[in-house]
Nanobody, 121 residues
Framework: QVDVVESGGGLVQPGGSLGLSCTAS????????MAWFRQAPGKERELVAS???????DYRDSVKGRFTIARDNAKNAVFLQMNSLKPEDTAVYYC???????????????WGQGTQVTVSS
């Protein structure tokens, strides 16, 4: 079993910054891709940013240049720094982790519980 725990989030004014953190723990042999998703009320969950174990990052177009994803492989942690926040960034943000528990197992996907980010004046 793998536990994924997020922290950060909260209320911020438009143009402000916020940072999210996520750590995976438990029965882990290796962590693959780590990612952040978000889901706004009435909308589908969408991929915000992802990062491979080698540090290769990818972003959805609407956050490029404003958000930065990073990871600490030693701690099985991933971070999302969000700058120049806009009201349309308001959503519940979820951490997503691909992990395997042994050399010969397959990657499984794990989700955090979500953390609310609200951008409002």
């Amino acid at each position: 079993q793998v536990d994924v725990v997020e922290s950060g989030g909260g209320l911020v004014q438009p143009g402000g910054s916020l940072g999210l953190s996520c750590t995976a723990s438990g029965r882990i042999f290796v962590v693959g891709v780590m990612a952040w998703f978000r889901q706004a009320p009435g909308k589908e969950r969408e991929l915000v940013a992802s990062i491979t174990s080698r540090g290769e990052a990818d972003y959805r177009d609407s956050v490029k240049g404003r958000f930065t994803i990073a990871r600490d492989n030693a701690k099985n942690a991933v971070f999302l720094q969000m700058n120049s926040l806009k009201p349309e960034d308001t959503a519940v943000y979820y951490c997503n982790v691909d992990a395997k528990y042994s050399l010969y197992s397959t990657y499984q996907e794990y989700w955090g519980q979500g953390t609310q980010v609200t951008v409002s004046s």
